[in-house]
């Protein structure tokens, strides 16, 4: 089972801005080469598939992409793989935010 975790700014009690907004998110992955802007995204299983609408940034590892979704003011992805959990540091410290599990 995959561990789910949140890029957040919420627990910072000094910080002007504690919410990540959708144009931070925007003008920060437009700098990725290896993110890509998304509004939906979608599930493939065996026998359906699941759409799910929102703010979604994928990033391309090899055959796979990985949703980091924006949302209520944090940034949400999926430990699928370890090559992820680099990533997820370097974006929370990019965007001056904490990682929490959840």
């Known amino acids: 089972m995959?561990?789910?975790f949140r890029i957040t700014r919420s627990m910072q009690e000094n910080n002007a801005e504690p919410s990540i907004s959708l144009d931070e998110c925007k003008?920060?992955?437009?700098?990725?080469p290896d993110f890509a802007y998304s509004r939906v995204f979608?599930?493939?299983?065996?026998e359906s598939n699941m759409s799910i609408d929102g703010d979604f940034w994928m990033w391309k590892?090899?055959?796979v992409e990985?949703?980091?979704?924006?949302?209520?003011?944090?940034?949400?992805?999926?430990?699928s793989n370890e090559a992820v959990v680099p990533k997820m540091i370097e974006i929370a410290t990019e965007?001056?935010?904490d990682i929490v599990e959840g």
Do not use: S, W
């Open 61 to 63: 590892q090899g055959d």
């Open 2 to 4: 995959n561990q789910r």
């Open 66 to 79: 990985i949703p980091f979704r924006l949302y209520m003011g944090d940034l949400y992805v999926a430990i």
């Open 27 to 32: 003008d920060y992955f437009a700098a990725k």
């Open 95 to 97: 965007l001056q935010a």
């Open 42 to 46: 979608t599930v493939k299983g065996p």
